[in-house]
């Protein structure tokens, strides 16, 4: 799918969205509505794979969310988990995009296809903060000009691979 997006000016006078890009795995609800970004709201986004939802995953988007007045969410494709962890997750994107989606601070969720592509999707959505968890500390500063870049502490003792881990060693 092909999304226009048009020139604008967001509340930090950055010129957004001057051009037209394709998106092949962009997904799920507000993917024709939100063709050219709504400026005079705060928009947040965050980026992540959100397998086996736990309460790591919870409170970073909680926390994302309270930062603005709109969260974004790119859920990391299938191909993309392969590529980068060896190994496709336990829910297929489509079902953490429902997942995801459906959390009540969640206002959208798109397809992230690949981790190079941040500066386009910040650019596309009309984010105005970049939130994630410090596990990812200093990885996207370089963003800096365009969006406020954060950094969440990541909360200790949870993780999907932990679960699975867990789950198969409970169960027979
Ligand atoms: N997270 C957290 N605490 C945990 C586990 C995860 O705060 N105990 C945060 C991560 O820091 C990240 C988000 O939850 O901000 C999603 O984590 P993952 O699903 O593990 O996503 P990841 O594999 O980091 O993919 O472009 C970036 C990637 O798509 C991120």
Redesign the pocket.
């Known amino acids: 799918m092909t999304r226009a997006r048009r020139a604008g000016v967001d509340s930090r006078g950055i010129l957004v969205g001057s051009a037209q890009q394709g998106l092949g795995g962009l997904a799920l609800q507000d993917a024709e509505s939100s063709e050219e970004p709504d400026l005079s709201m705060r928009t947040v986004i965050?980026?992540?794979?959100?397998?086996v939802l736990?309460?790591?995953?919870i409170?970073?988007?909680d926390r994302a969310r309270a930062l603005g007045d709109r969260l974004v969410v790119?859920?990391?494709a299938d191909q993309?988990?392969i590529s980068?962890?060896g190994r496709a997750p336990v829910f297929s994107q489509e079902e953490r995009l429902e997942i995801v989606g459906s959390l009540r601070v969640v206002d959208e969720v798109f397809v992230?296809e690949s981790?190079e592509l941040?500066r386009d999707y910040v650019m596309q959505y009309g984010a105005a903060v970049l939130?994630?968890?410090?596990?990812?500390k200093g990885k996207f500063d370089h963003l800096n000009d365009i969006c406020e870049v954060v950094y969440?502490?990541?909360?200790?003792?949870?993780?999907?691979t932990a679960l699975i881990e867990h789950i198969a060693a409970t169960t027979g």
């Open positions: 965050t980026f992540g794979t959100f397998d736990h309460v790591g995953h409170r970073v988007l790119g859920v990391s993309l988990n980068k962890k992230e981790l941040k939130a994630m968890g410090d596990d990812w969440f502490p990541r909360t200790p003792s949870v993780s999907t």
